[in-house]
């Protein structure tokens, strides 16, 4: 088990970059699968972003690929997500989750991760 801490959410306006960051405990970080989650208002929980244990393999979702920007350092046992050209529709809680290695389309899948943060709000104004 792991635990995870979801920070460096906010306000921020349409066009705006932020970077959140999810740090884990234990000193087992490079063996888990990190995934970013996210929930709007009134919305199911969606897949945003996912890395494998060594950071090589990325995935995205179709709605934040070209904008986000997944990426781990396991010396720190820290996951990001880097933020790009925000849209007042990216308004959601995002979460970070852990897991055993997975593959597409397993790694998008909620279910799949045991471990799973208290998120960190992120609000884009238009």
């Known amino acids: 088990q792991v635990q995870l801490v979801e920070s460096g959410g906010g306000l921020v306006q349409a066009g705006g970059s932020l970077r959140l960051s999810c740090a884990a405990s234990?000193?087992?970080?490079?063996?888990?699968?990190m995934g970013w989650f996210r929930q709007g208002p009134g919305k199911e929980r969606e897949f945003v972003a996912a890395?494998?244990?060594?950071?090589?393999?990325?995935y995205y979702a179709d709605s934040v690929k070209d904008r986000f920007t997944i990426s781990r350092a396991n010396d720190k046992n820290t996951a990001y997500l880097q933020m790009n050209s925000l849209k007042p529709e990216d308004t959601a809680l995002y979460t970070c989750?852990?897991?055993?290695?997975?593959?597409?389309?397993?790694?998008?899948?909620?279910?799949?991760?045991?471990?799973w943060g208290q998120g960190t709000q992120v609000t884009v104004s238009s």
């Open positions: 234990g000193r087992t970080f490079s063996s888990y699968a």
């Open positions: 989750a852990a897991s055993r290695p997975l593959a597409w389309p397993e790694v998008a899948n909620g279910l799949k991760y045991d471990d």
């Open positions: 890395v494998s244990r060594d950071g090589g393999t990325t």
